[in-house]
């Protein structure tokens, strides 16, 4: 496939599917490939709700960042960022205060390419093509090393990433790493796909997925709590995306297994 656009690094390969532009597309943007949007249909098939659990994500991102900006966090740690789309975690929090400081990483060449467009001129946020897998990569990359002091609190946030690593990458252990790094006062914030929801269809999104550039390992609940290590989950725990502090602009799911997702945010002793 051409690059028609001019924006896909070389490495990119449109043919095979990737999550960071499947979501994308399902969120309503528009650097995904025709593969992306085929295997959006068919993740569509299998979960007709697909859609709006992509947005709920995205609505709980957002208010997670403005719960960590009231409570003083002025860095983030965007683990799995994906392609800049609207709400993305530097405007949100510079919004709120301004001089706030985000690391961006993410694996996939469209996302980073994306933002680093977006990104041109903001001195106080970069992004990272590394592997999360690798936290030594991420923790001691010279971008985050300028831009997060790791003596105050930072807001660790892992939006729909844990479920795509896979078990023999140690997930817990990766997560301990991003969670040891940080002082206290910081939080970590996850939203993890479970297979707990017998609604969602979990195994038939993993087999969907296999086609792609990302297999899926939903978690069940105990084994997304593990996540959180010794961190103290705040108000009102695990729940799911909507149920997370709903406000305004959406109504939570009536049947919360229609989110998807677990999510929660836990602050470090
Ligand atoms: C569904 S998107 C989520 C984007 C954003 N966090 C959100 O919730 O709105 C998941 C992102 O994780 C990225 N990702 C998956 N595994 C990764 C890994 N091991 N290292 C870095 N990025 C990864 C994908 O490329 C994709 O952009």
Known sequence: MSDTMGWVPAEVNPDVPSVARIYDYLLGGSHNFEPDRAMADKLLAVQPN????????????????????????????????????????????????????????????????????LLAGNADAAVLQRDVTRPDDVLNADETRSLIDFSQPVGVLAITIGHYLPPACDPVGVFACYRNAVASGSFLALTHLTDDFTSLHGDEIVETMKSTQNNVFPRTRAQVLELFGDFDLVEPGLVTTSQWHPDYSMAPAVDPQEDGLYAGVAIKP
């Open 50 to 117: 697909v859609a709006g659990i992509a947005r709920n994500n995205r609505a709980f991102l957002r208010r997670v960042v403005q719960f960590m900006v009231q409570a003083g966090v002025r860095q983030f740690l965007d683990l799995g960022s994906g392609i800049p789309t609207a709400g993305n975690v530097h405007e949100i929090a510079q919004h709120a205060a301004p001089g706030s400081r985000v690391v961006y990483v993410d694996y996939e060449g469209v996302a980073v390419a994306h933002s680093k467009l």
